[in-house]
T-cell receptor
Framework: AQSVTQLGSHVSVSEGALVLLRCNYSSSVPPYLFWYVQYPNQGLQLLLKYTSAATLVKGINGFEAEFKKSETSFHLTKPSAHMSDAAEYFCAVRTGGGSEKLVFGKGMKLTVNP | NAGVTQTPKFRILKIGQSMTLQCTQDMNHNYMYWYRQDPGMGLKLIYY???????DKGEVPNGYNVSRSTTEDFPLRLELAAPSQTSVYFC??????????FGQGTRLTVV
């Protein structure tokens, strides 16, 4: 069964610093992978998705992620953090098999310090 | 452009009460889902539907029921509320091979 792992629950960076949020996946078939962001008291919003086209995927708000099959990873990065990036970030994998279900990681809360 | 609409936004229930969380989408998607979100646990799938008249259990279905009589609506029913059902509930929908779109959530407290 497909799954994703986000190690840790909280990361703190300084404004202007690199943001790196890690996600490793487990899948028996080529996966569809997603990063979602959740701002306080809101629903989840798609940041970017990997669907087997380019391995480097660019998303909204300057985020990008690289699919690395050899490492079974799909880490999310942003070169320079902004205060408005403070939120919770979820990695997810689509299970396929006709149901299109998403399986989520436990999430990573990003704090940006001034 | 409404997308996915959930009602109510907040609710406090007493133990043993019942309620229905409403979810409506105007995106004409076949796939709909109910998730619950608990702190530090990510989102867990409760029930899902691949089209009108078809529903199936997700990872944590106990204590919940759903129905899907139309493409647009996918209500979630809690029959006998328990404190363990205190959570934030999200409805989501997607088309085939596409990303999921989420509602704004329902924050439920059972006391």
């Amino acid at each position: 069964a497909q799954s994703v792992t986000q190690l840790g629950s909280h990361v703190s960076v300084s404004e202007g610093a690199l943001v790196l949020l890690r996600c490793n996946y487990s899948s028996s078939v080529p996966p569809y992978l997603f990063w979602y962001v959740q701002y306080p008291n809101q629903g989840l919003q798609l940041l970017l998705k990997y669907t087997s086209a380019a391995t480097l995927v660019k998303g909204i708000n300057g985020f990008e992620a690289e699919f690395k099959k050899s490492e079974t990873s799909f880490h999310l990065t942003k070169p320079s953090a902004h205060m408005s990036d403070a939120a919770e970030y979820f990695c997810a994998v689509r299970t396929g098999g006709g149901s299109e279900k998403l399986v989520f990681g436990k999430g990573m809360k990003l704090t940006v310090n001034p | 452009n409404a997308g996915v609409t959930q009602t109510p936004k907040f609710r406090i229930l007493k133990i043993g009460q019942s309620m229905t969380l409403q979810c409506t989408q105007d995106m004409n998607h076949n796939y709909m889902y109910w998730y619950r979100q608990d702190p530090g646990m990510g989102l867990k799938l409760i029930y899902y539907s691949v089209g009108a008249g078809i529903t199936d259990k997700g990872e944590v279905p106990n204590g919940y029921n759903v129905s899907r009589s139309t493409t647009e609506d996918f209500p979630l029913r809690l029959e006998l509320a328990a404190p363990s059902q205190t959570s934030v509930y999200f409805c989501a929908t997607n088309g085939v091979g596409a990303e999921a779109f989420f509602g704004q959530g329902t924050r439920l407290t059972v006391v």
